[in-house]
Each structure stands twice: as structure tokens, then as C-alpha cells.
């Protein structure tokens, strides 16, 4: 069981900062949306899969159940026992659940190809924000120009094409009385 890979990869979110352990911080990272996949001990009380469940309702998190027990997810993590964890980056997310979908397809393999696209798209957004940082540090620009002007046609001598007020038309001569 400790060389397991799908443990080797909560170890290494949870070096990594992107795991929330205990009832109270998966809560948290649930309603705030930072969560992106709710983690279920095999043996976990009734109560407690019941309050995964509003969890994962309240901010519109998956949620799964392992096939390890609290004492498996507590040795990796680093405590006696956890029963309840939250993935918060969709990548470590993502990897965990084709993990588990290797070793139980017809479980977990839905919910492998749902948080694989998720985490494509997250990739996606990453690269082009990068890419738009760099180019705003290179100073480059989005290829515009502006609009063409009309320019104003030079006046003809002697004749004016407005009329005047009182829609006379104005010639080039000016009358003082």
C-alpha cells in the first residue's frame, strides 16, 4: 500500500500545496470553488459521506470514494487517520482519478474523461495567459491600425458648397452694410 501511485500523488499535492485535509478546509476550498475533486476514505462514517455530498453540491465539486481506508490516507498525509480531502489544482486532480480508473474502469472512468477535459482546458487558459504576459512584457501589440480618416476635400475658390444661413449660399465675397 505505501508504494501505491495514486498515494505517491497525494503526497506529492500535498508538497506541493494544492491538497486541503479535514472536514473544516475541504468545506472551505468547496464554497470558496477552489476545490476541484472531493476525496472519500473507503471506511468513512455515514455522516461524513453525507456532509461530502453538500460539499460537493454547494460548490459543484465531484466527489469520489477511494478504495483506500482513513488509516491509508492518514499515513501518506502525514496524520493518524483522514477521511475526507480535497484536490485543489484540476492537474493532480485529474491524475489521481486516471489512476483510480486504471485500477477500477468501470467506477471512476466517467469521471476520469470529465476532469481530464477540465484540466485541458485549465492548460489551455495557463498557456495563453503566459503567452499574453510575454508579450505585454516584449511590448508587443495586437496588430491594429486605426480606422482610415476622410480628409476633408480642399474648398473650391470663389464657390462654397454649404449654404449660408437662411440657406442662402455663401459666396466668397463678405458684405459689411
Known amino acids: 500500500m505505501p508504494n501505491d501511485p495514486i498515494l505517491h500523488l497525494l503526497g ?5 500545496g494544492r491538497l486541503e485535509i479535514g472536514e473544516e478546509p475541504v468545506g472551505a476550498a468547496c464554497r470558496a470553488r477552489q476545490a476541484k475533486l472531493l476525496l472519500l476514505a473507503g471506511d468513512a462514517a455515514p455522516n461524513t459521506r453525507r456532509r461530502a455530498a453538500h460539499f460537493s453540491e454547494a460548490g459543484n465539486v465531484l466527489w469520489l470514494e477511494t478504495p483506500f481506508d482513513k488509516a491509508a490516507l492518514g499515513l501518506v498525509l502525514g496524520r493518524s487517520s483522514c477521511a475526507m480531502l480535497a484536490l485543489t489544482d484540476a492537474g493532480f486532480s485529474a491524475a489521481v482519478v486516471e489512476k483510480l480508473a486504471a485500477r ?24 495563453e495567459q503566459r503567452r499574453h504576459e510575454k508579450n505585454l512584457r516584449q ?12 480628409a ?6 470663389g464657390k462654397t458648397a454649404k449654404p449660408g444661413p437662411g440657406g442662402r449660399r455663401l459666396t466668397g465675397k463678405l458684405r459689411h452694410s
Open 139 to 150: 511590448g508587443k501589440r495586437k496588430p491594429w491600425a486605426p480606422p482610415p480618416r476622410e
Open 12 to 16: 506529492l499535492a500535498k508538497k506541493a
Open 104 to 127: 477500477d474502469p468501470d467506477k471512476y472512468s466517467p469521471a476520469a474523461q470529465q476532469l481530464r477535459t477540465k484540466a485541458d482546458r485549465v492548460f489551455q487558459r495557463q498557456k
Open 152 to 157: 476633408p476635400s480642399p474648398p473650391q475658390q
